[in-house]
């Protein structure tokens, strides 16, 4: 026995005299080393079972991390970039080592730099929850681009909190097609407004149903 836990068992046959107290009294620190040796190696099995286990762990997060189609990033408490993947160094024409020499606010556009300090300061906190929102960020030779935020913390096993992990997407074309969808929508309408006449945008479905969506 060791630490109270029985981690093995010898067997004792064939002895002519027989077996007593005094016998075994004599043996048991013979026992107890062998106990202890016998402890020590599966201590030792467990823990390199446990390492093995957590590099695992660690390389399909890395290898998740690094081929995620989208920007992430680990973003400390003082807003900082704790770790990015190559997606976001491509989004933002910046390296690796740049970035992580540098806060989510400097590569942000001066009019959103501070979009996301709320929602920092209210997980760092403590407080759990996800945001999402929209803000611009820059690249490296200042070209302002759309992106969409979601932010998650991550606590430690006492509940503080470590590190957010912010998904950035780039939805600059989708933003741009709508800006360019409004300003067309507002000339159609500027336009029809002044046509001297009916101007009607009639719909028929595939029941014969008649709508006008616009007049």
């Known amino acids: ?30 026992f107890q080393s062998m106990a202890g040796i016998v402890a020590a190696v599966q201590l030792d099995r467990r823990r390199r079972r446990a390492e093995d286990e957590l590099r695992a762990s660690e390389e399909r997060w890395r290898t998740s991390f690094e081929r ?22 491509a989004m933002l024409g910046r390296s690796r080592e740049a970035l ?12 959103d730099a501070d979009l996301g300090t709320p929602v920092l300061q209210r997980m760092a906190a403590g407080e759990p929850g996800e945001a999402i929102f929209e803000k611009r960020y820059l690249r490296a030779d200042g ?33 741009r097609a709508e800006a360019a969808l409004r300003e067309r929508e507002a000339a159609f309408t500027k336009l029809a407004d002044r046509v001297p006449g009916v101007l009607l945008q009639f719909h028929v479905d595939a029941g014969g149903r008649t709508t006008v969506p616009y007049a």
């Open 1 to 30: 026995h060791y630490g109270g836990e029985m981690v093995g068992m010898i067997g004792l046959a064939n002895r002519r005299p027989g077996y007593d107290r005094a016998l075994l009294d004599a043996l048991e620190p013979l």
């Open 68 to 89: 995620a189609g989208i920007g992430l990033a680990q973003v400390g408490a003082d807003g900082r970039f704790v770790e990015v993947n190559a997606r976001l160094c």
């Open 100 to 111: 992580l020499a540098l806060t989510y606010r400097d590569v942000s556009h001066p009019d």
């Open 143 to 175: 070209t302002p681009f759309w992106t969409q935020v979601s932010v998650a913390p991550v606590f430690d096993a006492d509940g503080r909190f470590r590190h957010t992990t912010t998904g950035i997407v780039d939805i600059d074309q989708r933003k």
